[in-house]
T-cell receptor, first 116, second 111 residues
Framework: EAEVAQSPRYKITEKSQAVAFWCDPISGHATLYWYRQILGQGPELLVQFQDESVVDDSQLPKDRFSAERLKGVDSTLKIQPAELGDSAMYLC??????????????FGPGTRLTVL | SQKIEQNSEALNIQEGKTATLTCNYTNYSPAYLQWYRQDPGRGPVFLLLIRENEKEKRKERLKVTFDTTLKQSLFHITASQPADSATYLCALDGATNKLIFGTGTLLAVQP
């Protein structure tokens, strides 16, 4: 069964350093999402791509976060510089069709980020 | 303000009983609502979707109801098993066609 791949699974960094997370969605899925999940809370959408275009990045802290999906396939989320409050699980998800449809979202295993 | 509220405290039940989890929302008008399961250290896994014109949806031991008047969804697991222990998240479509998740309810099924 196809799965969303993410790496690394765990990342420990010091504040002010740069970190990057990678996601490979299920093959053929047009829509890709990056979520942040703080312990004890639900996932919060950071950015949503339709193919290579950003559909929604209204909750992305653009002064330090950036995301790209250059060829409309895999994606990278970057934080520079990292802050203590960025410690969280970063989840990638994909869905087959257009943003706004009722398609199920398929989540990857996440990257657990700890900022010291 | 817009809110999605799930049982904040963990739900502990005995094996074989029916677990009922609640999702209440305020100031949203969702066209559909989804339920996900999340195990510790893992990403959420989709379980069920129910649309606004559907009162009830079933899948094996799972049942979801959706009351747009009460602004509430109930998620039931019948004949619960210890393997059902996990966090269950409800999610609805927000105004900009994105999923808004609740905080989740931790379910613990005791053998």
């Amino acid at each position: 069964e196809a799965e969303v791949a993410q790496s690394p699974r765990y990342k420990i960094t010091e504040k002010s350093q740069a970190v990057a997370f990678w996601c490979d969605p299920i093959s053929g899925h047009a829509t890709l999402y990056w979520y942040r999940q703080i312990l004890g809370q639900g996932p919060e959408l950071l950015v949503q791509f339709q193919d290579e275009s950003v559909v929604d990045d209204s909750q992305l802290p653009k002064d330090r976060f950036s995301a790209e999906r250059l060829k409309g396939v895999d994606s990278t989320l970057k934080i520079q510089p990292a802050e203590l409050g960025d410690s969280a699980m970063y989840l990638c998800a994909s869905s087959p069709r257009l943003a706004g449809s009722t398609d199920t979202q398929y989540f990857g295993p996440g990257t657990r980020l700890t900022v010291l | 303000s817009q809110k999605i509220e799930q049982n904040s405290e963990a739900l502990n039940i005995q094996e074989g009983k029916t677990a009922t989890l609640t999702c209440n929302y305020t100031n949203y008008s969702p066209a559909y609502l989804q339920w996900y399961r999340q195990d510790p250290g893992r990403g959420p896994v989709f379980l069920l979707l129910i649309r606004e014109n559907e009162k009830e949806k079933r899948k094996e031991r799972l049942k979801v109801t959706f009351d747009t008047t009460l602004k509430q969804s109930l998620f039931h697991i019948t004949a619960s098993q210890p393997a059902d222990s996990a966090t269950y998240l409800c999610a609805l479509d927000g105004a900009t066609n994105k999923l808004i998740f609740g905080t989740g309810t931790l379910l613990a099924v005791q053998p």
